[in-house]
């Protein structure tokens, strides 16, 4: 694994030419997750509440749409931001799932819940490369991947805590920019994470061979 310089230095490498990409991703992400929840609560108690669920798929298509930034993939049509609704049961199941033990663990306590948070960061992007996986799977496999990994990527994630700030001072505008930076650095840290996993894998499995 590399240094928290490097991931981000590597995730503004792969959106050279492609920040109003970017932006525009976050942009329709925004729009259609956040704005249609605060109108349906004014009008309909808890109805916002019922969007917010409906939107889990794109929230996770927007996550894997920078994942592809991040692998310099050519097709970065905005249509793929709603591919989690070809899947919509798995994808929506898994990330209602872990969300849901995510929870619970910050009922008891907020450190094991931030920590349960991190073991289950990979979940999205499990789910985008392993298509035969779901729910507790999906999750125990993002688990093994970060063990010994969560304090590194909470650590990538504080560093953007300036930015954050900055962006704030910007009413929100500065997000645009923000969250297509934190999720390609996410990316490139996953990346990663999936080369040490398996490479492990096939040094274990030549190991008992």
């Known amino acids: 694994m590399r240094s928290i310089t490097n991931y981000k230095d590597s995730a503004l490498e792969s959106l050279k030419g492609k920040w109003d990409k970017g932006v525009i991703a976050t942009l329709i992400y925004l729009l259609t997750a956040g704005l249609p929840s605060g109108v349906l609560n004014v009008a309909v108690k808890n109805a916002g509440t019922l969007w917010s669920l409906l939107v889990i798929p794109l929230a ?57 948070y991190y073991s289950y960061s990979m979940v999205s992007y499990i ?12 999750i125990e496999k993002s688990m093994k991947m970060m063990e010994g990994h969560k304090m590194q990527l909470f650590l990538l994630d504080l560093s953007f805590l300036g930015w954050v700030l900055l962006s704030c001072l910007t009413l929100g505008l500065g997000f645009l920019l923000l969250i297509p930076y934190i999720q390609t650095t996410r990316a490139h840290f ?7 996993t398996e490479g492990f894998v096939m040094e274990e499995a030549t190991v008992r061979a």
Do not use: C, H
């Not at 450190?111 to 349960?116: Q, W």
């Not at 490369?129 to 999906?138: R, Y």
């Open 190 to 196: 996953y990346e990663d994470l999936k080369a040490e």
């Open 60 to 116: 996770w298509g927007l996550t894997v749409y920078f994942l592809s930034i991040a692998r310099r993939e050519e097709d970065l049509s905005y249509e793929r931001l709603f591919d989690g609704y070809r899947d919509f049961v798995r994808i929506f199941l898994t990330t209602f799932l872990s969300g849901i033990y995510i929870i619970l663990w910050l009922l008891l306590l907020i450190v094991p819940g931030i920590i349960k």
């Open 127 to 138: 789910l985008k490369d392993d298509p035969t996986l779901k729910n507790n799977a999906a």
